[in-house]
């Protein structure tokens, strides 16, 4: 059974940072690209970040670009997000996947999803 952890979210001030964590459990970590998307109440699930299979190649959505870095530790199964500069607009629960396919900003070429984590943003 595959497992997706999320962990890391909590409240923070404008101007702030958080590290998310994300831990997978049930498949060969190695061999999936692995993702980040958020959603905020009312909104859709939007693409943050995706980085591939062997941690070489990343890819930002624009509205995080310079500000969030994601990385992974494939010894560990964990893929990480560090988040710098945040803003109210960050404001989401942040959701961790991973795809079979190369990396993907479309959340529906995910096959896996983690619970979620809620990353707070006050002004």
């Known amino acids: 059974q595959v497992q997706l952890v999320e962990s890391g979210g909590g409240f923070v001030q404008a101007g702030g940072s958080l590290r998310l964590s994300c831990e997978a459990s049930?498949?060969?970590?190695?061999?999936?690209?692995m993702g980040w998307f958020r959603q905020a109440p009312g909104k859709e699930r939007e693409f943050v970040a995706t980085?591939?299979?062997?941690?070489?190649?990343?890819y930002y959505g624009d509205s995080v670009k310079g500000r969030f870095t994601i990385s992974r530790d494939n010894a560990k199964s964990t893929v990480y997000l560090q988040m710098s500069s945040l803003k109210p607009d960050d404001t989401a629960v942040y959701y961790c996947?991973?795809?079979?396919?190369?990396?993907?900003?479309?959340?529906?070429?995910?096959?896996?999803w983690g619970q979620g984590t809620q990353v707070t943003v006050s002004s």
């Open positions: 996947s991973a795809t079979h396919r190369p990396m993907s900003v479309a959340k529906n070429e995910y096959d896996y």
């Open positions: 980085i591939n299979s062997s941690g070489g190649g990343t």
């Open positions: 049930g498949l060969t970590f190695r061999r999936y690209a």
